[in-house]
């Protein structure tokens, strides 16, 4: 599976938009991009998935780069209930998600 | 629609017992996936099933573990003699057959070996 590269921890104020990044340099042309997310102590949530363009849906908005190397999660007004952990993934279809480290989203009241 | 149903939610097993893990994927998903996150460690993939086969069981430890998905009932996961090692939360997730992308996942069981 192709890798990705999140920051480790980010921290945004409530209300605000929050912008999570991933670069996936190595990316092929059939690989799409997930990001799920893990609120403490549940399981993974799904958030969006693209594979060329832009994606928007009523959780969050998936912003995929020109070349594909990149791609930004935004969060368009972040709630407290937003703190997760935030995992970018690259797959080819059905198959198995390999979850990195992923970015600790903390939200300041 | 009920989402995705694991129990128990919390199992406590001596070394050497048997655990039985069951999922009850989301109505209408004949995909399922078993996931376990070991302490402070991230999710690692174990097995995709769907009804009644084994499509990628690359994640599962050779010995010991097993899972299946039968026609009728729930998924399972079975861990026989198990070890402080195995103490886990292990997570499953279903899927539509044309939606693969979107894994619905459940609340997860704890396993505790002691």
Redesign the interface.
Known sequence: DAKTTQPNSMESNEEEPVHLPCNHSTISGTD?I?W?R?LPS?????VI?GLTSNVNNRMASLAIAEDRKSSTLILHRATLRDAAVYYCIL?Q??????????TRLTINP | NAG?MQNPRHLVRRRGQEARLRCSPMKGHS?V?W?RQLPEE????MV?LQKENII?E??MPKERFSAEFPKEGPSILRIQQVVRGDSAAY?C?S?LPDR?????????TRLTVT
């Open positions: 799409y997930h799920y893990q549940q399981g993974p949530e799904y998935h797959t279809g059905a198959q198995k998600l390999v979850f990195g480290q992923g | 995705v995909h996936y996931y991230g999710l690692k993939f995709y990628d690359s994640g997570f997730a899927s693969a992308h979107e894994q619905y996942f459940g609340p997860g």
